[in-house]
């Protein structure tokens, strides 16, 4: 059976991993978010939400040129 802290510790390990794509899209900003309430509760602490950037980084997808089959 996982322990308390183990699984505090894997749910800290997720919200990293989840805090480089928080801009990407609405949906991934929320879920970092909710993931951090979560945690705050567990933790009992304030939460750290982060805000909404101006522009989310899936807009900038048609500005990324795909690497053609023949380019290394």
Known sequence: MIDYE???KEAKEMLKAQK????????????????????CLME???PE???APEK???????QIKPKESNEI
């Open 6 to 8: 183990s699984r505090l």
């Open 20 to 39: 480089g794509s928080y801009d990407y899209d609405e949906y991934m900003h929320g879920m970092y978010n909710g993931m951090e309430y979560i945690l």
């Open 44 to 46: 009992d602490r304030e």
């Open 49 to 51: 939400y982060m805000e």
């Open 56 to 62: 989310w980084t899936r807009d900038n997808e048609d």
